[in-house]
């Protein structure tokens, strides 16, 4: 089993819908975690962090399911500058190893 | 604004050549790590480092090398460069142990002719 699975999409919604990505890890150690956006042809940058149950900012949501071992990234009222690649990062603390998910592709169309 | 600076955005190189790739973080950063990112395969980690002249492997060591003589700067090598290794390689720096917050640099672009 990989490490990080994502569904690699491509997810095609519209404007305005909300659209869900999962995320599973099997490493049952890891403790924080992380999601990344990834533009066309540029670099990954940190889009949120994970630390407990879930995190919300504006229209964006991250969830937690320790039990079941994955994590959930949520867009509500989808942009058009939302399209991107979006990679999913467990972290377990004492390891300085950090091993990306190979990514969910997200199209957003007018 | 903190920065990752990678000294080159495009390379072309012939196959059996020797190749560096450098990379500055200006953040005082201890962690410094190489990916490559292929198309389908996402994120790969090549190498690591979490101090000075420390160096640990990632998941693809093979065919590369890397080296960290001062903080901010992390090399990788490829000691004889091979058409496999045409990639997008991105470096990335972290600060303390177990942080899953990198900074990446902007990628190179390589091509193995």
């Known amino acids: 089993r990989k490490e990080v699975e994502q569904d690699p999409g491509p997810f095609n919604v519209p404007e305005g819908a909300t659209v869900a990505f999962n995320c599973t890890y099997s490493?049952?150690?890891?403790?924080?975690f992380f999601w990344y956006r990834q533009d066309c042809r540029k670099e990954p940058k940190l889009l949120m962090s994970?630390?407990?149950s879930g995190n919300e900012d504006g229209r964006f949501t991250a969830q937690l399911n320790r039990a079941s071992q994955y994590i959930s990234l949520l867009i509500r009222d989808s942009k058009l500058s939302d399209s991107a690649t979006y990679l999913c990062v467990p972290k377990d603390t004492g390891g300085f190893k950090t091993i990306f998910g190979a990514g969910t592709r997200l199209f957003v169309k007018a | 604004d903190v920065k990752v600076t990678q000294s080159s955005r495009y390379l072309v190189k012939r196959t059996g050549e020797k190749v560096f790739l450098e990379c500055v973080q200006d953040?005082?950063?201890?962690?410094m790590f190489w990916y490559r990112q292929d198309p389908g395969l996402g994120l790969r980690l090549i190498y690591f480092?979490?101090?000075?002249?420390?160096?640990e492997k990632g998941d693809i060591p093979e065919g590369y090398s890397v080296s960290r003589e001062k903080k901010e700067r992390f090399s990788l090598i490829l000691e004889s460069a091979s058409t496999n290794q045409t990639s997008m390689y991105l470096c990335a720096s972290s600060s303390g142990q177990g942080s899953g917050k990198l900074f990446f640099g902007s990628g190179t672009q390589l091509s193995v002719l």
């Open positions: 480092s979490y101090d000075v002249k420390m160096k």
């Open positions: 490493n049952s150690a890891s403790q924080s």
């Open positions: 994970v630390y407990s």
């Open positions: 953040m005082d950063h201890e962690n």
